[in-house]
Nanobody
Framework: QVQLVESGGDLVQPGGSLRLSCAAS???????MGWYRQAPGKQRELVAT???????NYATSVKGRFTISRDNAKNTVYLQMNSLKPEDTAVYYC?????????????WGQGTQVTVSS
């Protein structure tokens, strides 16, 4: 089992920046890593993913503003968030996923709160 711990969430003004970190207790080399977010009253949505080879995918709403990266040696994933908007306010969750012989396995962190407000 992989344990994930997010950090870096904070209260920031519109237009500001934050960097979220996701520290894993074990190796993440074989996992697709991702960031998801959930705002009050809304479904959890994909923000960005990154494969072991560094391939990335972003939600349209954050493309050009957010950057996901990973350091496999440090078992850590990052989400650099720039030009933040009030609509980005949510709890951000780190995800590690892979396919096993018994099916897909997903691990989730506890989440970190990001609030964008004046």
């Amino acid at each position: 089992q992989v344990q994930l711990v997010e950090s870096g969430g904070d209260l920031v003004q519109p237009g500001g920046s934050l960097r979220l970190s996701c520290a894993a207790s074990g190796r993440i080399l074989t996992y697709v890593m991702g960031w998801y977010r959930q705002a009050p009253g809304k479904q959890r949505e994909l923000v960005a993913t990154i494969t072991s080879g560094g391939g990335t995918n972003y939600a349209t709403s954050v493309k050009g503003r957010f950057t996901i990266s990973r350091d496999n040696a440090k078992n850590t994933v990052y989400l650099q968030m720039n030009s933040l908007k009030p609509e980005d306010t949510a709890v951000y969750y780190c995800n590690a996923g892979r396919i096993t012989l018994v099916g897909r396995v997903d691990y989730w962190g506890q989440g970190t709160q990001v609030t964008v407000s004046s």
